[in-house]
C-alpha cells in the first residue's frame, strides 16, 4: 500500500509529472485508501454509527464565523459528548460536518489533505470557489452511501482574499454547491439554530457580536431539537468556535467561548426564550 | 549496426559520476544554516516563480540544485508520498529519515542501473524537531548516498568555496538575521584559481529565502522570508552586484532535458556547455580524474573548437578525461 521507508525505491507514479490533485492521485495509487471506493452491502446502514448534528455558520464586516456543538448521537443514545466538527481546512477556510461523523472526519482529513497537497506542488492556493467545488466533487462520490443511510453533509466557510469578503458555502448529499449569503446552518437543529440567526443577525456585527449571536443559535438549536447538544456548564463543554479573517483563520480558545456562552446562560435565566427582537 | 565494446564497471560508474556532477557544478549554491529557531535556507536564484527549496510536510523541508525538471520530480514525489503517509497513518509519521531513504533508494537505483540517465541533482532534506538538537538535515547525492550534517551544508556552484567560509564564521545557536547574514555573505564569496577571494554583494531580489521556523504557532512550520522582511532582515548592505553571466542558471530553462547545440565539445560525451567549468574532479573531495587508458597513434583525438574560456591550448593532461573511454574508431576495441 504505501511504499516502505527503506529498501525500495519510489514507484514511478510518484515521479511521474501530472495531477496536482492529492485525490486523483490516491485514485490511481492507493484507491483503498478512499472513502469513496468502498462498497457497503445492501440495507441501510444509517444507524450503525454515530450522526454529528448542527453547525452554524455567519459573515460580518471582515470575516466569518462557524460554530458547531458538541454532540453526536446514535438513535436515541448520546454516542458522544465533546466531539469536535468544525474543521480548519486550510488557513483561510474551515468546514464544519452534519452526518454520519465518522465518513465525514475521513472526508475533512482527505479535504485538508487536498487543499494542502495542492498548495505545496502549485505554489499557491486555491481560489475560495475551487476549494468549494474540491469539497462537492468529494460530498458527490459518497451519493451511494448516502443512500444507504451514511450521508454527510458539510458547510463550509472561508475568506476569500481576492473579494475580501467571508463567503459561506452549503450543499446536499449529491455534491450541489451551494454559496449562501450572511448565515447559513446544517444538520438536524438547523431549522431552529436559523429561525434564531434570522432575528438575531445584522450585517453589521462585529467579531464578537457575531459569535455570540452563532452561540445563542446553537442554544436555540439545542432547546428544541434532541440530538443537538447545549452547552454543558457542568463538564465545561463548549461549542467549536472558529474564526477566520483576512489574517487566517483560528479557533477561539475555550476560555473566551467559556465566557459567551456564560453570558448567554445568565440572560436566559431571565428570558429562556432569548433575546427578542423588535417587532416592526 | 552496433558493435558491444567492453567497458570496466569502474570506468562506467566514474562517467556517470563525473556527468552528474558536472551538471551540479554548473548551477549555483543553495546554503542551509540550522540557527536557534529552525533551520535556514538561502540561495540565489532570480527566478521568483520557480524554487530551489520547498516545503515538503509539517516540519520538512527540501532544497536542491542541479536539472530543474529532475529535482522538481522528485520534490512532488516527496510530496506525495509524505501527504499520503500522513492521510493514511497520522500527521507524526511522516518523517524525514522516511524521505531521505526513499529518496536514496531512488537515486542510487536510477544511478546504477544502466538504462536511465543519472540525476543530475544534489538534495538537501532537513526536519525540525523540539529543540535545535533535534534538527537533522540530510545530504543526497546523486548517486543515493546520505550524509547527516550538522551546523550547515552547501551544495552546488562553488561549494568548496562557500563551505570554507562558512565553517570560519559559523556559530550555533545564532538569531535568524545572524544566520541570514552569514549565509548570503557566504553565497557572495568567491575565490578564484590563484585563490584570490572577493566578495560581492547579491541583491536581495535574486535571494530566494526560507526557513523551518519551529516558533511558528501553525502545524505546518515552513515559511519563505519574501522581499520586504528579507531588506529588513539583512539592512543595508551595499550596492549589489547581479551574478555574472556565469552558465545559465537551469531554473531558467526547465524545459526537457535536451542537449544544449551551441559550444558543445565533441570530445567530451557528456559535455553540454563547455563553460569555465575545471575539468573532472570531484567538487566535495578534490579527488584526481584517473586517466584513461591512452589511445594509440593511428585514432588521433578528434579537433576541439576553440573554447570560449579561452583555456590554454595545450594543455592535454586535464583534457584527459574528456575523452571517450573507448574511441569506436579503435581497431582494438
Redesign the interface.
Known amino acids: 500500500?504505501?511504499?516502505a521507508?527503506?529498501?525500495?525505491?519510489?514507484p514511478d507514479a510518484?515521479?511521474a509529472?501530472g495531477t496536482s490533485s492529492?485525490t486523483d492521485?490516491?485514485t490511481a495509487?492507493?484507491p483503498e485508501?478512499l472513502p469513496s471506493s468502498r462498497s457497503l452491502p445492501q440495507g441501510n446502514a444509517g444507524d450503525l454509527a454515530p450522526h454529528g448534528t448542527t453547525i452554524v455558520a455567519a459573515t460580518y464586516p471582515g470575516g466569518v464565523v462557524m460554530a458547531g456543538d458538541r454532540r453526536a448521537t446514535m438513535g436515541n443514545i448520546i454516542a458522544q459528548r465533546d466531539i469536535e466538527k468544525v474543521f480548519p481546512a486550510d488557513?483561510f477556510s474551515c468546514v464544519g460536518i452534519a452526518g454520519t461523523a465518522g465518513l465525514a472526519v475521513e472526508m475533512v482529513?482527505?479535504f485538508q489533505?487536498e487543499l494542502?497537497?495542492y498548495e505545496?506542488?502549485e505554489?499557491t492556493t486555491l481560489s475560495m470557489d475551487g476549494k468549494a467545488n474540491r469539497l462537492a466533487a468529494l460530498i458527490r462520490s459518497n451519493l451511494g452511501m448516502a443512500m444507504q443511510g451514511l450521508a454527510v453533509v458539510p458547510l463550509f466557510a472561508g475568506y476569500d482574499l481576492t473579494g475580501d469578503q467571508g463567503r459561506i458555502f452549503s450543499y446536499d448529499v449529491t455534491g450541489g454547491r451551494y454559496e449562501e449569503t450572511a448565515f447559513h446552518s446544517v444538520g438536524s437543529g438547523s431549522l431552529f439554530a436559523r429561525g434564531a440567526l434570522k432575528k438575531l443577525y445584522r450585517d453589521d456585527l462585529s467579531a464578537e457580536e457575531c459569535v455570540t449571536a452563532l452561540v445563542q443559535a446553537l442554544y436555540d438549536a439545542a432547546d428544541d431539537d434532541s440530538a443537538t447538544g447545549g452547552p454543558d456548564v457542568t463538564r465545561r463543554i463548549f461549542p467549536v468556535v472558529q474564526v477566520i479573517t483576512a489574517d487566517g483563520g483560528r479557533r477561539l480558545p475555550d476560555e473566551e467561548v467559556a465566557s459567551t456562552a456564560d453570558r448567554v446562560i445568565a440572560a436566559r435565566m431571565n428570558r429562556p426564550d432569548g433575546p427578542a427582537a423588535a417587532l416592526t | 549496426m552496433s558493435m558491444p565494446f567492453y567497458v570496466s564497471p569502474e570506468q562506467l560508474m566514474k562517467d556517470r559520476a563525473d556527468f552528474a556532477r558536472k551538471g551540479i557544478a554548473r548551477g549555483r549554491s543553495v546554503v542551509a544554516v540550522q540557527y536557534a529557531d529552525g533551520v535556514l535556507f538561502v540561495s540565489e536564484n532570480p527566478s521568483q516563480?520557480l524554487?530551489k527549496v520547498?516545503?515538503?510536510y509539517d516540519r520538512i523541508a527540501f532544497a536542491a540544485v542541479g536539472r530543474y525538471n529532475e529535482f522538481e520530480?522528485?520534490r512532488?514525489?516527496g510530496?506525495?508520498?509524505a501527504?499520503?503517509?500522513?492521510?493514511?497513518y497520522d500527521r507524526r509519521d511522516v518523517?524525514g529519515?522516511?524521505l531521505a531513504?526513499?529518496?536514496a533508494?531512488?537515486l542510487?537505483?536510477?544511478f546504477s542501473s544502466g538504462g536511465e540517465k543519472p540525476y543530475e541533482v544534489e538534495i538537501f532534506v532537513a526536519e525540525i524537531g523540539e529543540l535545535a538538537a533535534d534538527d537533522q538535515i540530510y545530504r543526497l547525492t546523486y548517486d543515493g548516498q546520505v550524509a547527516d550534517e550538522h551546523g550547515y551544508a552547501v551544495m552546488g556552484g562553488a561549494a568548496d568555496v562557500v563551505a570554507a567560509y562558512l565553517k570560519e564564521r559559523y556559530a550555533e545557536g545564532a538569531s535568524l538575521e545572524d544566520a541570514l547574514r552569514l549565509a548570503v555573505a557566504a553565497l557572495g564569496h568567491t575565490a578564484n584559481e590563484r585563490g584570490e577571494s572577493s566578495d560581492r554583494v547579491i541583491p536581495d531580489e535574486d535571494l530566494e529565502v526560507a526557513v523551518l521556523d519551529r516558533t511558528r504557532t501553525?502545524p505546518?512550520k515552513f515559511r519563505r522570508i519574501r522581499a520586504a522582511r528579507l531588506s529588513e532582515l539583512l539592512g543595508d548592505r551595499g550596492p549589489g552586484e547581479h551574478a555574472a553571466d556565469e552558465a545559465p542558471e537551469e531554473p531558467e530553462e526547465p524545459g526537457p532535458a535536451a542537449t544544449s547545440p551551441e559550444a558543445d565539445q565533441p570530445s567530451d560525451p557528456t559535455d553540454q556547455v563547455s563553460g569555465g567549468m575545471p575539468p573532472l574532479e570531484s567538487p566535495v573531495t578534490g579527488e584526481p580524474p584517473i586517466a584513461p587508458p591512452i589511445a594509440p597513434p593511428n585514432a588521433p583525438p578528434p579537433p576541439r573548437p576553440d573554447e570560449p574560456s579561452g583555456t590554454a591550448p595545450a594543455e592535454p593532461g586535464p583534457e584527459e578525461p574528456d575523452r571517450p573511454p573507448i574511441d569506436p574508431n579503435d581497431p582494438l576495441g
Request: proline share 3%; glycine share 10%.
Open positions: 500500500m504505501i511504499p521507508g527503506s529498501g525500495s525505491r519510489l510518484f515521479l509529472p492529492f492521485f490516491l495509487q492507493s485508501l488557513e482529513r482527505l489533505t494542502e497537497h505545496k506542488i505554489g | 516563480a524554487h520547498s516545503e515538503i520530480n522528485l512532488i514525489a510530496v506525495r508520498l501527504d499520503m503517509r500522513g492521510y493514511a518523517t529519515r522516511g531513504n526513499a529518496y533508494q531512488t542510487g537505483t536510477i501553525q505546518r
